[in-house]
T-cell receptor, first 113, second 112 residues
Framework: GAGVSQSPRYKVAKRGQDVALRCDPISGHVSLFWYQQALGQGPEFLTY????????KSGLPSDRFFAERPEGSVSTLKIQRTQQEDSAVYLC???????????FGPGTRLTVT | GQNIDQPTEMTATEGAIVQINCTYQ??????LFWYQQHAGEAPTFLSYNVLDGLEEKGRFSSFLSRSKGYSYLLLKELQMKDSASYLCAVRRVTGGGNKLTFGTGTQLKVEL
């Protein structure tokens, strides 16, 4: 069985560009989480979906960040007008439901130049 | 707010035992997780505690004391491949469900 997959694995964007990061969770997993991980730090929560419903977006750092999961499976994290401080690894995780352990994807390393 | 503290780095010898501590302060506590993360890779689940006590899983054990806001991860018979970052994460019940708050991670280096 496939794990969580993310694409692209690496993305270089010029400051001001928009980017879209994709996450394919484990099939059947209801819950999906996005995290941002800066170098040498632990992952920081961005947002959480249960099926297609975005139940918590309290960790999104600004209104330039937007996430969706329209059919309750694949999710996309979009960052508009990227800034240098957005450079980080963006991790996606899924779990059977919110009470089980989370399985992480390999992440997308975003570099904003 | 929440606060999760763990040592930044530790060094141990192959074959030895190492204990990585984690202290936390949080409301709505609903479990503590330990993850292992090798450089450039995704965190992988190691253990989960929600009640006080010790959970053993092969070479890895994890302990929780909710009254003290304290957990540790114990790694026995250390191997070189255990060199990685170990992340302590607290799960909180929030209005929107459960979410994890991670510590900064403890970088473990295993030497010969």
């Amino acid at each position: 069985g496939a794990g969580v997959s993310q694409s692209p694995r690496y993305k270089v964007a010029k400051r001001g560009q928009d980017v879209a990061l994709r996450c394919d969770p484990i099939s059947g997993h209801v819950s999906l989480f996005w995290y941002q991980q800066a170098l040498g730090q632990g992952p920081e929560f961005l947002t959480y979906f249960q099926n297609e419903a975005q139940l918590d977006k309290s960790g999104l750092p600004s209104d330039r960040f937007f996430a969706e999961r329209p059919e309750g499976s694949v999710s996309t994290l979009k960052i508009q007008r990227t800034q240098q401080e957005d450079s980080a690894v963006y991790l996606c995780a899924s779990s059977l439901d919110g009470s089980y352990e989370q399985y992480f994807g390999p992440g997308t390393r975003l570099t904003v130049t | 707010g929440q606060n999760i503290d763990q040592p930044t780095e530790m060094t141990a010898t192959e074959g030895a035992i190492v204990q990585i501590n984690c202290t936390y302060q949080t409301s709505g506590f609903n479990g503590l997780f330990w993850y292992q993360q090798h450089a450039g890779e995704a965190p992988t689940f190691l253990s989960y505690n929600v009640l006080d006590g010790l959970e053993e899983k092969g070479r890895f054990s994890s302990f929780l004391s909710r009254s003290k806001g304290y957990s540790y991860l114990l790694l026995k018979e250390l191997q070189m491949k255990d060199s990685a970052s170990y992340l302590c994460a607290v799960r909180r019940v929030t209005g929107g469900g459960n979410k994890l708050t991670f510590g900064t991670g403890t970088q473990l280096k295993v030497e010969l």
